[in-house]
């Protein structure tokens, strides 16, 4: 099957890239820089695009299998620390998902063999803010930045259900992995002896297995049943400050060094949304659906990853 991925030269595309070419698919990845596609499977073939339109690429959706969409510039930033959200920076954000979205809807509809299903990527940020409940894909989207940029990415190709084209919207928590994202970082202060709590320690972590989110979106893609939203999170979300205890246990390291909570305010400004507040989410859809996590449990994600360098 042909599976063409945007945003392909990121952390999940890579992961996601090199398992399906493993199984013998034909990958196509998107990438508005080739110099971003070093390290991939020889066997995966890149293609360039602008990220706004369908020209020069567009053909290859004819006959595509599936489409997986994770374009879309990062929330973070692409450096070791997160950058803050300047103006220009939320514009970039917003623009790169609803413009990304509207040339793969745009392909889509010139393609005479249409694919059978897209996979849209977007966050957990959909929910905004959230105390102890759990929350689930019925829950109603928040109102903060990050909650209208997730609404505004998962609409961006929603017209493609009017194609006929099967639609799942996955809504990604925080995505464990060593060798990219926010583990690393996160992980650091414990290496050095002083990790701890963030914040009040409270704010619930939605997190998942790097492993998972490629064997959910596989799962998602094979399943013809599979439509709508899915919270692609770990069955179990902890409190920031039992998560940090998880860090330390795994790396055999303390935990119990605070880290004010203001300081990443003054540090990051609106971003540090990211560490100090959270959402209890729970994948009900998936549980439901008979789907079965790798790694469900966060002690037991974080030794593997320690050990193991995914």
């Not at 063999?113 to 829950?139: C, M, R």
């Amino acid at each position: 099957m042909r599976v063409i991925i945007t945003g392909g030269t990121g952390l999940i595309g890579r992961a996601l890239a090199k398992s399906l070419a493993k199984d013998q698919h034909e990958v196509i990845v998107l990438s508005r820089n080739k110099n971003k596609t070093n390290g991939l499977l020889s066997g995966v073939r890149v293609e360039v695009w602008d990220a706004r339109t369908a020209a020069g690429w567009g053909s290859l959706m004819d006959g595509a299998g599936a489409v997986v969409n994770l374009a879309g510039e990062s929330i973070a930033g692409d450096g070791f620390l997160p950058s803050r959200w300047t103006p220009e920076r939320k514009r970039r954000i917003r623009d790169s998902r609803v413009n990304a979205g509207s040339a793969i809807t745009e392909a889509i509809k010139a393609a005479a063999n249409k694919p059978s299903v897209l996979i849209q990527s977007s966050a957990v940020g959909f929910y905004g803010p959230h105390g102890d409940e759990d929350v689930t894909e019925a829950t109603p989207g928040g109102n903060d930045f990050l909650a209208e940029t997730c609404k505004i990415w998962e609409d961006a190709t929603s017209e493609v259900e009017k194609l006929g084209v099967r639609r799942a919207i996955i809504r990604l928590g925080l995505v464990l992995s060593s060798i990219g994202g926010v583990l690393p970082l996160q992980s650091l202060p414990f290496k050095l002896f002083v990790g701890g709590p963030i914040g009040s320690g409270k704010q619930q972590t939605p997190w998942i297995h790097i492993d998972d989110v490629v064997h959910g979106i596989r799962y998602l893609m094979d399943t013809p049943s599979a439509h709508g939203v899915y919270n692609l999170t770990a069955p179990e979300p902890l409190p920031n400050a039992a998560f940090g205890r998880a860090i330390g246990r795994a790396l055999g390291r303390p935990s119990f060094f605070p880290a004010p909570g203001f300081a990443f305010k003054v540090a990051f400004g609106e971003l540090s949304t990211l560490l100090l507040d959270g959402q209890r989410v729970v994948p009900k859809r998936l549980q439901e659906s008979g789907f079965q996590f790798h790694y469900p449990e966060a002690e037991g994600a974080l030794r593997d990853l320690f050990q193991n360098h995914k």
